[in-house]
C-alpha cells in the first residue's frame, strides 16, 4: 500500500505543550529554536501543525487573533515553517489553505520573506507594507529627546491597552497583558499625566527584541529606544515600518545595521487598521 504524501497527513491544534517540538522545527530550517516566543504565540494564539510518523513536526504555523472574544477582526499569522526533508512537497500550502479556511471572515496579516511571497500572493495576500529589521549595539548620544519615560507599573496596563487598541485598531488585550511576564522591560512615555507611548525589551536568544513600540511621534519612540537600551547590555534588535525613516536613521546613527526586509502583506483588507503614525514596531512579526 502507498505511503500517503505528507500533504494528505492531518493537522491538528498545537498547544504549548508543543513548544519544544516548534523550536526543533525552526532549528531544522537553519531559524534560531526561539522557545521564548514560541510559548507566547502558543499561549495568546493558535498553533496549527502537522506531525511526523517519524517523529516531530513536519509542519506548523501559528495565528494571533485580534478583536472581541469569539469573533475575531484580525489574525496575524507567523511562523510557518515546513521541515526541510519534506520541502516543495505542497506542504505549506495545504496548511496556510487551512489557515484561510479557519479565518472565516476575519481579516488576515502576515510579515512575508522573499522565499515565502510568491505562496502568499497565489493564495491572495496583497501588499500593503514594508518593515526593515535593524539590530546592533545601541549607542547612547545626541540630543536628549524631552519625553519623560519611566518603567511602568500595574496600574498603567489599563492606559496602554486603551492606547494599544487606538493605534493597532483592534482589541489585543490577550497578548498585551502577557507584557509584563514575557517582557524583561516595560516602559511608557508619558506627558501631563497621560501615556502617549510605550515599549518593551523581551529576550531573544542573545539579543533584546524592542516590540511592541507605539508612540505620539519620532522623539517619543526614541525616549522610549533608549530607556530600554540603558537598561540592558545585550543588543538590540527591532522591525521599524519603513515609512517611519527618520526613526530607522536615528537608529542606524546609534549604531544599529540593517538585517534585511519584510514584505506586510494582508487578505480580505485593503490595508490594515489602525494608525501607523504612531505604530512604529510590531511586538514581533510573527503575530502581525
Known amino acids: 500500500m502507498p505511503t500517503p504524501s505528507p500533504a494528505a497527513w492531518p493537522i491538528r491544534r498545537?498547544?504549548?505543550?508543543?513548544?519544544?517540538?516548534?523550536?526543533?522545527?525552526?532549528?531544522?530550517?537553519?531559524?534560531?529554536?526561539?522557545?521564548?516566543?514560541?510559548?507566547?504565540?502558543l499561549a495568546a494564539g493558535k498553533g496549527y501543525g502537522i506531525d511526523d510518523p517519524a517523529g516531530g513536526l513536519v509542519s506548523a504555523c501559528v495565528v494571533t487573533e485580534y478583536?472581541?472574544?469569539?469573533?475575531?477582526?484580525?489574525?496575524?499569522?507567523?511562523?510557518?515553517?515546513?521541515?526541510?526533508?519534506?520541502a516543495r512537497r505542497g506542504v505549506g500550502r495545504r496548511l496556510m489553505r487551512h489557515v484561510l479556511d479557519a479565518a472565516g471572515t476575519a481579516a488576515l496579516t502576515l510579515y512575508?520573506?522573499?522565499?515565502?511571497?510568491?505562496?502568499?500572493?497565489?493564495?491572495?495576500f496583497k501588499v500593503v507594507g514594508r518593515s526593515e529589521q535593524v539590530h546592533g549595539r545601541f549607542t547612547p548620544g545626541g540630543p536628549r529627546p524631552g519625553t519623560g519615560v519611566r518603567p511602568a507599573t500595574a496600574e498603567d496596563l489599563m492606559s496602554i491597552l486603551r492606547l494599544d487598541e487606538e493605534v493597532f485598531g483592534t482589541d489585543r488585550t490577550h497578548v498585551i497583558a502577557r507584557l509584563p511576564a514575557f517582557a524583561d522591560l516595560l516602559h511608557v512615555a508619558e506627558e501631563g499625566g497621560r501615556i502617549v507611548g510605550y515599549a518593551a525589551a523581551w529576550p531573544n536568544m542573545d539579543t533584546h527584541v524592542?516590540?511592541?513600540?507605539?508612540?505620539?511621534?519620532?522623539?517619543?519612540?526614541?525616549?522610549?529606544?533608549?530607556?530600554?537600551?540603558?537598561?540592558?547590555?545585550r543588543p538590540l534588535r527591532t522591525d521599524v515600518d519603513v515609512?517611519?525613516?527618520?526613526?530607522?536613521?536615528?537608529?542606524?546613527?546609534?549604531?544599529?545595521?540593517?538585517?534585511?526586509?519584510?514584505?506586510?502583506m494582508a487578505y480580505g483588507v485593503p490595508d490594515l487598521p489602525g494608525d501607523w503614525t504612531r505604530r512604529f514596531a510590531p511586538l514581533t512579526v510573527a503575530a502581525g
Open 67 to 86: 478583536g472581541p472574544h469569539g469573533r475575531p477582526e484580525l489574525g496575524g499569522i507567523g511562523m510557518v515553517l515546513v521541515a526541510e526533508r519534506h
Open 243 to 264: 515609512r517611519h525613516e527618520e526613526l530607522l536613521s536615528w537608529l542606524r546613527e546609534r549604531g544599529l545595521t540593517s538585517g534585511g526586509e519584510n514584505t506586510v
Open 210 to 233: 524592542v516590540g511592541p513600540l507605539i508612540a505620539r511621534d519620532t522623539r517619543t519612540a526614541q525616549a522610549l529606544i533608549t530607556s530600554l537600551a540603558a537598561r540592558t547590555n
Open 14 to 41: 498545537l498547544t504549548p505543550r508543543d513548544r519544544a517540538a516548534c523550536a526543533d522545527l525552526s532549528e531544522d530550517r537553519g531559524w534560531p529554536r526561539e522557545e521564548h516566543k514560541w510559548g507566547l504565540l
Open 112 to 124: 512575508a520573506t522573499a522565499h515565502g511571497r510568491p505562496l502568499y500572493e497565489e493564495l491572495g
